[in-house]
């Protein structure tokens, strides 16, 4: 097949962009997003599986590579998520929480009674911690209502049919003016930072939704998406939000009590906050650096003409 219906966006084509441990993945050129064969999608969609049964040394070099996230990447993009959170941050959930050694971290620093933070996983691995108000089962499960959460390494794994039926259960979940963070690895990151990120066989990501892509999804539910400044890795939704302050008030004039919640703890207030800003300050300093460019390639132009 030369070019087709992008089944992420439905209105773009889709062509060639690499074959991965055998699979086609394809590219649209509409939307941007990156998603193994239409057909694998309909197998997966009928309960299908790519991933085969895994061996005692790949859960253990999974269960080491989750504790070292647990304590640091996605520590930070929950403290990240409750400093841009712009409602009081009184239940907080780990959506697809793995083995649940985020929610593990989050009651030892700053939840010790484990009043806030949850974690909900449909397929927990054998290594799943044992801890307070970590729920086995899906999102429809669960009970009450949640200000904030993260959702991370989560939707690479879902087909479109997939991830709307997940955004239709959040939303069930999720109070008014709510903040969720999506940590997920989009098209930019795919393309410039880690090629190797799709990996259907291993890690079954099958697709690298772009923020064009996938805010239709999330739309239909009642999210409004905001990129992240800076990140080609992630981004975060809103669930009927009020407000919508610039990104720059999220991070230097947040909630006073999600302040005191993230600063019981001052080094993880620390690394989030110092996180958002050196990513925010980035972007900043790639838009006034093409502006320069830009620029200074007019006056160039602007030079070498001829004078009448």
């Known amino acids: 097949m030369t070019s087709f219906d992008c089944p992420i966006c439905v209105s773009g084509r889709s062509a060639g962009y690499a074959v991965i441990d055998g699979y086609p993945y394809f590219t649209c050129a509409q939307c941007g997003s990156i998603h193994i064969d239409p ?56 959506l697809g929480a793995g083995p649940g050694f985020l929610l593990q971290e989050l009651h030892r620093l700053i939840d010790p009674s484990a009043e806030i933070f949850h974690g909900v996983e449909k397929y927990p ?61 989009m098209p930019d990151y795919v393309r410039n930072e880690d090629p190797a990120y799709l990996d259907p066989r291993h890690r079954g990501h099958i697709i690298s939704y772009s923020l064009a892509g996938v805010t239709p999804y999330f739309e239909a539910h009642g999210f409004r998406v905001s990129a992240l400044p800076g990140r080609s890795f992630g981004f975060f939704v809103e669930f009927e939000p009020s407000e919508s302050p610039e990104f720059d008030a999220r991070l230097y004039h947040p909630v006073p009590e999600n302040l005191s919640l993230l600063q019981r703890n001052g080094l993880l207030h620390q690394a989030s906050f ?33 004078s009448r």
């Open 274 to 306: 110092e996180a958002a800003r050196s990513y925010y300050y980035q972007a900043e300093y790639m838009v006034r650096t093409q502006w320069a460019l830009s620029l200074d390639e007019k006056l160039r132009g602007d030079a070498r003409a001829p």
């Open 125 to 185: 691995p054998p290594y799943a911690a044992s801890c307070p108000n970590f729920h086995i089962g899906g999102i429809e499960a669960l009970e009450g209502r949640f200000d904030a959460g993260v959702c991370i390494e989560v939707v690479e794994h879902l087909t479109p049919r997939m991830l709307d039926r997940m955004l239709a259960d959040l939303a069930t979940v999720s109070e008014p003016g709510s903040l969720w963070l999506f940590n997920t690895g």
């Open 39 to 94: 057909d694998v999608i309909a197998m997966l969609d009928a309960g299908g599986s790519l991933v085969g049964d895994y061996t005692e040394e790949y859960w253990q070099q999974e269960r080491v590579g989750a504790i070292e996230r647990a304590s640091g990447v996605s520590l930070c993009r929950a403290g990240e998520a409750i400093l841009y959170c712009r409602r009081p941050v009184r239940r907080f959930l780990d």
